[in-house]
């Protein structure tokens, strides 16, 4: 699968406050860019953290727009998700996935949340593992859609990764990141701020990994990066 990872930012690399308040960080027009990010991609993944945090709906909303809402995927060790979040409350409607590493919990699955059990690492879904079981579940969910398409073994479905810090990490230390959509907004939020990318412990700086930027542009007030990875 493509993994691109869709960063909004201070300038300093903080994604919230020192108190978790993350709501707006960017402008209008930045954020109208993410929902078409999200109409380009096949799924939309967050860890549970955020999920509870900010009870994201993870959907497209453009103004006209009609197309296919992307897969909601939750990266949730123990099943956590909240039965009362938009994520679960919407699942019967629209497609939601949760990747966990124990075996699917009824209260999610009687929501009609797809629950994908996988290997732990550390107490954490194995990333690669989960992307291995996310791309099989959305080839299937297309041949489901459009039987017509009947996509090959080569498939390779697009997932945009939208946070938290610790799984930015985990994704770009895993070496699983493709592309970096990066808008980064004109304040300060310090070092007490949350920052973008969570713990991620490098010993020599030959093994950063490492990006090209392929493209800047200003979107209202805020600064829109774009990496793609070496």
């Avoid at 938009?86 to 949340?113: C, Q």
């Amino acid at each position: 699968m493509r993994v691109t990872l869709k960063l909004a930012t201070s300038l300093d690399g903080r994604i919230a406050t020192a108190s978790g308040e993350s709501r707006w960080i960017t402008g209008p027009a930045a954020r109208e860019e993410v929902h078409r990010l999200r109409a380009m991609h096949q799924a939309v993944l967050v860890g549970v953290e955020t999920a509870i945090a900010d009870d994201p709906e993870l959907t497209v909303r453009l103004p006209g727009y009609v197309g296919m809402q992307p897969t909601r995927v939750v990266l949730d060790s123990r099943q956590r998700l909240p039965g009362g979040s938009k994520l679960v409350h919407e699942a019967s409607r629209l497609n939601t996935v949760v990747i966990t590493t124990s075996n699917p919990n009824k209260r999610l699955t009687d929501a009609g949340v797809t629950v994908l059990p996988v290997s732990s690492n550390d107490g954490r879904p194995d990333l690669a593992e989960a992307l291995a079981a996310l791309r099989s579940h959305l080839t299937g969910r297309l041949v489901q859609l459009l039987p017509q398409a009947a996509p090959t073994d080569g498939y390779q479905p697009a997932v945009l990764v939208e946070g938290g810090g610790q799984v930015a990490a985990s994704f770009l230390g895993a070496g699983l990141v493709d592309a970096i959509e990066w808008f980064r907004a004109p304040i300060i939020l310090g070092d007490e701020g949350r920052p973008a990318v969570g713990e991620f412990v490098l010993n020599r700086l030959a093994d950063a990994p490492r990006f090209k930027r392929v493209a800047v542009q200003e979107v209202g007030e805020d600064l829109w990066e774009r990496y793609e990875r070496l």
